[in-house]
């Protein structure tokens, strides 16, 4: 198992970057898929971007491609998630999520380990 634990959050204005970092422990974090989620007030958890476990292969909804990045560093256990150019749309609780795998996931369901979650909020 995987304990997974989310960071840099925080309040910023329309137009702004934020970077996003999830600490992995317990288990190789080499091994699993991750992904970057959200979930705004009133409306559903949803896919925001996912990478596999070399970094090879990443994707990003349509949303927010070409201002989200995901990248992941294996040797400190953590995934990123650059977020440029952010819009007041983009105000969530952003997760983190891992699979042991070495494919790569969109789906919520595919996921079994999350993080607590960490507050975004992009002001107009």
């Known amino acids: 198992q995987v304990q997974l634990v989310e960071s840099g959050g925080g309040l910023v204005q329309a137009g702004g970057s934020l970077r996003l970092s999830c600490a992995a422990s317990?288990?190789?974090?080499?091994?699993?898929?991750m992904g970057w989620f959200r979930q705004a007030p009133g409306k559903e958890r949803e896919f925001v971007c996912a990478i596999n476990y070399r970094g090879s292969i990443t994707n990003c909804a349509d949303s927010v491609k070409g201002r989200f990045t995901i990248s992941r560093d294996n040797a400190k256990s953590t995934v990123y998630l650059q977020m440029n150019s952010l819009k007041p749309e983009d105000t969530a609780v952003y997760y983190c999520?891992?699979?042991?795998?070495?494919?790569?996931?969109?789906?919520?369901?595919?996921?079994?380990?999350w993080g607590q979650g960490t507050q975004v909020t992009v002001s107009s």
């Open positions: 317990g288990r190789t974090f080499s091994n699993y898929a």
């Open positions: 999520a891992g699979k042991l795998s070495t494919g790569i996931y969109y789906s919520i369901n595919q996921y079994p380990y």
